[in-house]
């Protein structure tokens, strides 16, 4: 009897071991299905937000836990601003990782230097302060001084920030004039990036493509001074935002990696030929608390998307 018994026993066996295996991934699957439909829902939340714009926006988020992307527009290639001299401080610290400078050389304070909105640099005494570059980097990303920001281009060269982005196989991210240079700029020479380009710098920035771990957590210290900016107004103020954010007429941008817990991403919003500059901050502001609601849940989220909050008295 025993040996008749023994294919039945063997195929419920094998049933047991196939239903186990199934109950084990049900969940992860899931899991992916409701994470799907929640990215669906922040898609959406973008389109309407750029049908909505009396301009053109461009749109890169990237998922840096699971390498997933939203892109809209993000090919088209839109003036930077202020938001450019992410590749300043890149290059910055990848010469600093070289031994071509250091952090710590001194500048000191030069009147020729200055240009308008140099709001801090234009306060200091010339020919008596001196500074250390990383100093110069930290007033050119948390206050946006341009006379800093110059100083540091001639320092780099404006050439080797280029030919770090060519190296990188950004062709559309460019380098093209310093600040405040009115004239390059009537002339077409604008500093200009797309957003598909900038997230692809700043995911090379986070996993330590561009320097070495000691030197990334410093560059990541110096780019996420807290500043006013459209994506961290967006978020809470106990979240990191490592991010640079640029204004000129009729353009708005901001990019950056914003530490969402457990769930860190990269968001680069760009707007361009705007009615009213007010708006396009709104949208960038909007798309960044869209991303930042997704992450933020996930991030905190079971496989289930259940969120167990500290002390959370519920069964």
Known sequence: MATLRR??????????????AIAQTAPSAS?????????????????EVDRSLNGVMGVAILDLTDGRTMLLHADEVFPQASSIKITVLAELY???????????????????????????????TPGVTRLALRDLATMMVAVSDNAATNVLIDRVGMENVNAMLSSMGLKNTRLRRKMMDINAAKQGRENVSTPREMMTLLEAVYRGKIVNAELTKDLIAVLATHKDSAIRK??????????????????????????????????????????????????IRKVAAAAYDYFDRVGRSSPFGRVVSPYNAYP
Not at 7 to 20: K, R, T, V
Not at 36 to 46: G, H, M, R, S
Not at 237 to 246: E, F, I, L, Q
Request: with cysteine.
């Open 7 to 20: 294919p039945q026993y063997i195929l419920a066996l094998l049933l047991l071991i196939a239903a186990n």
């Open 31 to 47: 899991s992916g299905e409701k994470q799907q439909l929640l990215w669906q829902k922040l898609e959406a939340t973008v389109q």
């Open 94 to 124: 990848r010469q600093a990782q070289s031994g071509k400078l250091k952090l710590t050389d001194v500048y000191t304070v030069d009147k020729a230097d200055m240009v308008p909105d140099s709001d801090i640099m234009g306060g200091l």
């Open 234 to 283: 967006a978020i809470p103020d106990t979240v990191v935002s490592a991010d640079k954010p640029g204004e000129l007429e009729a353009v708005r941008a901001d990019s950056g990696i914003v530490f969402a817990q457990n769930r860190p991403f990269v968001i680069c919003v760009m707007t361009t030929y705007l009615r009213n500059e007010a708006e396009g901050e709104a949208a």
